[in-house]
Each structure stands twice: as C-alpha cells, then as structure tokens.
T-cell receptor, first 114, second 113 residues
Framework: AQSVTQPDIHITVSEGASLELRCNYS??????LFWYVQSPGQGLQLLLK??????LVQGIKGFEAEFKRSQSSFNLRKPSVHWSDAAEYFC????????????FGGGTRVLVKP | DADVTQTPRNRITKTGKRIMLECSQT?????MYWYRQDPGLGLRLIYY???????NKGEISDGYSVSRQAQAKFSLSLESAIPNQTALYFC????????????FGAGTRLSVL
C-alpha cells in the first residue's frame, strides 16, 4: 500500500522569503503525485501534478515541485511567498494499480509573517 | 455555482442520531469520493464510487454508509453518530480518463456532541 509523509506540521515564513515543503512517498512503482492547497474555510484546490516526463513541474500561484525518484520525494517550492499563501498544503500519491485512489499526507500548515 | 456542492456546510448533532451529508456535482464526472479530515492525519478515504453501480469501502468505512443516487449525487450517512466522528468531511469527484485528478467540495464541518 502507498503512504505519504509530510515531515513538517507547521512552517512559518516571512513574506517575500522562499518556501519549501517536503513530501516523501512510499509506492512500489512510479506514482501519480499531487499537491493541493486548503485555504481557511475552503475545500482543496489542486496546485500541481506529476504523471511522467519532466521531473520539474509548474503549478498555479507560482508554485513548482520536483519529483526525485531516488529520494522518493516530491517537494513543493515557491521563490517568494505572499501573505495569501498562508494555508494548509497536502501532498498526495495516486496508486495506478488501485484505480488511482489518492493517499494524502498529514498536511503542512504555512504561516506567513509580515 | 460551485462544481461540487456539499450540504450542509456545518452540522451539530447528538450522539446516536442518524445524519446524512449530501454531495452533488455538475462536472459530469463518473467517480465520487468521501473523505474525512482530522488535524495531523490529512484526508482519509471513507467510501468511493467509480460509477452508479460500483461502491467500495475506503480505509475507514466503519460506522458510515453511502448511497450513489445518480451519477451526480453521492451521500454519506452516519447511522448512529458518535463523538469521534466529529471531523471535516469532504466530497470529491474525478473523471476516470484523467489519471484521477480530484476536485473537492468546500467541506461539511460535523460536530457530534
């Protein structure tokens, strides 16, 4: 069975600083990988996804993520955060062999200091 | 209007009561899902349906049941609510042809007293 670990429960970053959120997964084959963002009182919005090909993927809101097979990681980055990036971020892995059901990590809550 | 609509948005109920959470979608997707979100645990899958006649248990289905009334409607029931079912519940949909990109409703916050 697949699993996802997000080691950082909370991250505090200053506005304008860079942000990196870590995600490690366990899956026996090449997975489908996703990052979602949940703003307060909102549902989850897809930031970006990786299916195959170029391991650096671009998403919405200036985010990017890099798939590293050797490290089983799919870390999310943003060069310069805005106050509106304060939210909870979830990494998810889709298992191709199981109808692509998603398994989510525990989430990382990002606080942005002025 | 939202593509994935959950009702109610908030609900407070008492232990032992039966409660139904509803989800409807206008995206034309064939697959629908119910998750619950608890702090630090992320989202965990309760039930999922790949089409109207195909319903499957997820990792935490005990104490829950579902009904797929139509392609666009998928409801979640708690037959006899208990306090540890207090959580944020999300419905999601996906199209079988899109590698399972899921689209989420705004959530239902349920409190069981």
């Amino acid at each position: 069975a697949q699993s996802v670990t997000q080691p950082d429960i909370h991250i505090t970053v200053s506005e304008g600083a860079s942000l990196e959120l870590r995600c490690n997964y366990s899956y026996g084959a090449t997975p489908y990988l996703f990052w979602y963002v949940q703003s307060p009182g909102q549902g989850l919005q897809l930031l970006l996804k990786y299916f195959s090909g170029d391991t650096l993927v671009q998403g919405i809101k200036g985010f990017e993520a890099e798939f590293k097979r050797s490290q089983s990681s799919f870390n999310l980055r943003k060069p310069s955060v805005h106050w509106s990036d304060a939210a909870e971020y979830f990494c998810a892995v889709g298992a191709r062999a199981a109808g692509n059901k998603l398994t989510f990590g525990g989430g990382t809550r990002v606080l942005v200091k002025p | 209007d939202a593509d994935v609509t959950q009702t109610p948005r908030n609900r407070i109920t008492k232990t032992g009561k039966r409660i139904m959470l509803e989800c409807s979608q206008t995206k034309g997707h064939d697959r629908m899902y119910w998750y619950r979100q608890d702090p630090g645990l992320g989202l965990r899958l309760i039930y999922y349906s790949f089409d109207v006649k195909d319903i499957n248990k997820g990792e935490i289905s005990d104490g829950y049941s579902v009904s797929r009334q139509a392609q666009a409607k998928f409801s979640l029931s708690l037959e006899s609510a208990i306090p540890n079912q207090t959580a944020l519940y999300f419905c999601a949909t996906s199209d079988s042809g899109t590698k399972n990109i899921q689209y989420f409703g705004a959530g239902t916050r349920l409190s069981v007293l």
